[in-house]
């Protein structure tokens, strides 16, 4: 039966199509310890590819201890949680994740929740919409779960110029001294990997009298002795008011949480609606985010590796002229600058190649700097990276793309 407004779908995605900046699904099953090797469907057939462009950081959703903890999980609890945390779905599993959480980041309490994106969405519409005259300062780059949550909350906002602590110190100063100030940025910025400034947006802050909520879903896992992202390996997390993050990067699983002390976490968990009425994390991730937590917590391995890694796949890159950001963290964004070509070499490296790097393109980045995202991990191997250089090499002189000027 057809529908009378696919033609005012289809117009827009249409002009989508022509900018090239359509989004294209692709269909690959990862292969359980093949990591980073998966499997691409297509029409008419399917074929082995190396995926370059997981969030999966680490390997841990492959990681043995992480399955061995879920199976485990299914055969005691079975699958769904069965409920909200409120009504039957607050299983074990949760209250030792969350105390887990809570004792990474050094704080008295966390809160999980389905995805990093409702952690963010649900903390900051609640904080800008509770507290008394909220003011939440957001860093102009901050992530689309962030900026959505802000406008949710109906409270006052100020947009602070990308890591500019003098700008935000600024807007600070100009702002009522009777509002509730609440400064809102990340630690690593995921598509061109740099990494704020934590230690002086904290003495912002405390000059001012703020709260300060950070975003560490890039970072946890990845930073610090333990894992616990950026805050704890610049010393400054008991300055960070609330610490949010994510199960489903470095970690390997799903979810979102935040952590803070016990009054933050039990306001939110009281009148967040996003959390109260959102069915839990079945037991079973809960359970293997914990056991990926508790590994992270202790072992260095996976995190020298993967800054290995990354290391030389920079090198290869930076001695071919191939351009890419500089920045201190473990994201590679290749710059392309053009949506057409960021598609086309997207998808030549797929199918020519076997190289899976998806294409960034407008609106997750601005029109212009469009990009490929490589993800190193510390599972992909030597060979891995010299095909990859290889292959972004011989494209690089095929699409007439400047090389970096050294």
Known sequence: MGNEFDALFNESLDALKSEGNYRYFTDILRNRGKF???????DGGEREVTVWCSNDYLGMGQHPAVLEAMIRAIDECGAGAGGTRNISGTTHYHVLLERELAQLHGKDSALLFSSGYMSNWTTLSTLGSKLPNAIIFSDAMNHASMIEGIRHSGAAKRIWKHNDV??????????PADATKIIAFESVYSMDGDI?????????????????????????????????????????????????????????????????????????????????????LPPA????????????????FERRRQMRQVRKVRDKLGAHGIPHMDNPSHIVPVLIKDPVKCRYISDVLLEDYGIYVQPINYPTVPKGTERLRITPSPIHRDADIDRLVGALKDLWSQCALSYQVA
């Open 36 to 42: 980073p090797a998966a499997t691409q469907f297509f």
């Open 166 to 175: 003098d700008d935000l110190d600024r807007l600070m100063s100009a702002s």
């Open 196 to 280: 704020a400034p934590v230690g002086e947006i904290c003495e912002v802050a405390e000059r001012h009298g703020a709260i300060t909520y950070l975003d560490e879903v890039h970072a946890v896992g990845m930073y610090g002795a333990r894992g616990g992202g950026i805050a704890e390996r610049e010393g400054v997390a008991d300055r960070i008011t609330i610490i949010e993050g994510t199960l489903a990067k470095a970690f390997g699983v799903i979810g979102g949480y935040i952590a803070g002390s016990f009054a933050m976490c039990d306001f939110i968990r009281s009148f967040a609606s996003g959390f109260i009425f959102t069915t839990s």
């Open 285 to 300: 991730v809960a359970a293997g985010a914990l056991a990926s937590v508790q590994h992270l917590k202790v072992s260095e």
